[in-house]
């Protein structure tokens, strides 16, 4: 009988080892706790709105090869809708001033010799501070490298540093922003062109993953939690999933891909981040009269919302890195970003609309230098098992391209084992 690689979580890393695994020809099983998959990355009807919303809103870049090749091999490639061009609108609340930045097309990038282009009071050589990323150390943070106390600092690297991981740019890992600029705006406008799922998450990323997965004959187990794995020698040899055991036989493969505190719980001896770092966001339906086509996208200084997404009359917010709000009520948070929201898309004096707040107390591991020398590597002691998730040692910052890569990486170890 053919082998088979069992696929333990089925968020974003698991479905794509799954989908890699399966396209290599392997029979692949996938068990998910909970009752649908997709993990932090759905969506869902919310009644009081009257429309399906994310559960967290995603910014994701034309430069996301990996996202952008998992989305190819499900038949989703035409679900992402972003502006037409790379340009990025800012409001700065207090100062009521606006700009964009506008990367130019090509490596190059005179962009910044342009002040129509880049930050209000910016200088061109000002953006050379990027280039210490590239080679900064461990231990150094974002705020080390560029600074606190400048225009841009407040206007450009906090809100790309807090946007891209999730921690607060004074302690947050300067060596992990470095790959998100090199595959993003160091290669031009084509690659850095902001992009958001056009229905939802699991329009884009989940529902037809699942469907290609089931066309290939791979196999999902909701509401299946595995409560322990058996271990002999170098390798994984059973499956406990409360009142039945799976045997894992030889040449079978299994890909662990839970939140860290549960693989802490699965593997021996597993170090794992410990920290975490909120994200909230925040859904207003508006009426239709304010509804607008396509997708237009903010950047907010100064105020309690950070990026504020509009599609059609439904108007999303998220605050990343969002220790300083989380434990707030909804009902007091809703005006705050409601007003932020009112203010940077110029809609006046609008009550507040219907809204939903969604929190996310654990939405990724804490990305300071510390919290990162804790990610393990996805190659295991047990020759048959890999990890998988964007806490683990991607190179890359907690993101949806980080747990698709996660998953890339587990598939292809196994495929060589």
């Not at 919303?53 to 090749?69: T, V």
Request: proline share 6%.
């Amino acid at each position: 009988m053919q082998p088979i690689t069992h696929v333990v979580g089925a968020g974003l890393a698991g479905l794509s080892a799954a989908l890699r695994l399966t396209q290599a020809g392997h029979r692949v099983v996938i068990y998910e706790a909970g009752p649908q998959a997709g993990g932090r990355c759905r969506s869902y009807f919310d009644e009081p709105l009257g429309c399906r919303i994310d559960n967290g809103n995603h910014l994701l870049m034309s430069g996301n090869d990996s996202a952008l090749a998992y989305l190819k091999l499900i038949g989703a490639e035409d679900t992402l809708e972003g502006p037409a061009d790379s340009r990025y609108p800012f409001v700065d609340l207090a100062t009521g001033e606006r700009w964009s930045l506008a990367p130019n097309r090509g490596k190059l990038p005179w962009w910044v010799l342009m002040p129509s282009r880049r930050v209000p009071g910016s200088r061109a050589r000002d953006y050379l501070g990027g280039l210490r990323f590239r080679k900064c150390g461990p231990d150094a943070t974002v705020a080390d490298l560029v600074g606190r106390d400048t225009r841009l600092y407040r206007r450009f690297w906090e809100p790309l540093a807090v946007a891209a991981l999730n921690t607060e740019a004074k302690t947050a890992a300067a060596h992990l922003l470095w790959p998100v600029l090199e595959e993003t705006f160091a290669r031009g406008a084509d690659f850095s062109r902001p992009l958001v799922a056009r229905d939802g998450l699991s329009e884009s990323f989940v529902d037809p993953a699942l469907a290609w997965l089931a066309q290939q004959g791979a196999t999902l187990r909701l509401s299946t939690r595995v409560r322990k794995i058996g271990f002999h020698g170098n390798r994984s040899v059973s499956l406990d999933l409360g009142g039945e055991v799976v045997g894992l036989d030889q040449g079978d493969n299994l890909v662990l891909a839970v939140p860290p505190a549960v693989a802490t719980t699965l593997v021996p001896h597993l170090m794992t981040p410990t920290e975490y770092r909120p994200i909230v966001n925040a859904h207003f339906r508006l009426d239709e009269a304010d509804s607008v086509a396509g997708v237009e996208i903010l950047g907010v200084i100064g105020g309690t919302a950070e990026w504020v997404f509009r599609r059609g009359s439904l108007v999303s917010v998220t605050i990343s890195a969002a220790s300083h709000v989380v434990d707030e009520e909804a009902e007091v948070l809703a005006p705050l970003i409601w007003a932020d929201v009112a203010a940077g898309l110029g809609l006046g004096n609008r009550p507040l609309p219907a809204w939903r707040i969604v929190k996310e107390k654990r939405a990724t591991f804490a990305e300071t230098p510390e919290q990162v020398k804790r990610r393990p590597e996805a190659r295991t002691f047990w020759r048959n098992l890999a990890l998988a998730g964007d806490w683990t040692d991607t190179g890359l910052p907690a993101t949806i391209e980080g747990a698709i890569r996660s998953g890339e990486t587990a598939a292809a170890l196994l495929k060589s084992a």
